[in-house]
């Protein structure tokens, strides 16, 4: 499986951005779909999951924040992420777990500005 992830910028506190995930085939096989952030200096952390279903998963951190989504029909999941603050500044990764193997998209830098 191949990811494609789009949708990063710099945008001030408060603001909004939307990243999405295009996967390089059916969505089918693809347990979960999800994302992952790495902010500067700092290590990797899950930020969301959803799963073939429908049931999505989300940080503490982003809770009633961000909203993940995903289109089966378009093999994309999908991030919205509002009222963002400084600390959610970081390199975002797409992430597919299929077949025992959890793929990862290249990252997409979101820079939020105090």
């Known amino acids: 499986v191949q990811l494609q992830a789009s949708g990063g910028g710099l945008v001030q506190a408060g603001g909004s951005l939307s990243l999405s995930c295009a996967a390089s085939e059916s969505t089918f096989r693809i347990v979960y779909m999800g994302w992952y952030r790495q902010p500067p200096g700092k290590p990797r952390e899950l930020v969301a999951t959803?799963?073939?279903?429908?049931?999505?998963n989300h940080a503490a951190s982003v809770k009633a924040r961000f909203t993940i989504s995903r289109d089966n029909a378009k093999n994309t999941v999908y991030l919205q992420m509002n009222s963002l603050k400084p600390e959610d500044t970081a390199v975002y990764y797409c992430?597919?777990?299929?077949?025992?193997?959890?793929?990862w998209g290249q990252g997409t830098l979101v820079t939020v500005s105090s």
């Open positions: 992430v597919a777990l299929s077949d025992d193997i959890l793929h």
């Open positions: 959803i799963g073939s279903g429908g049931t999505a």
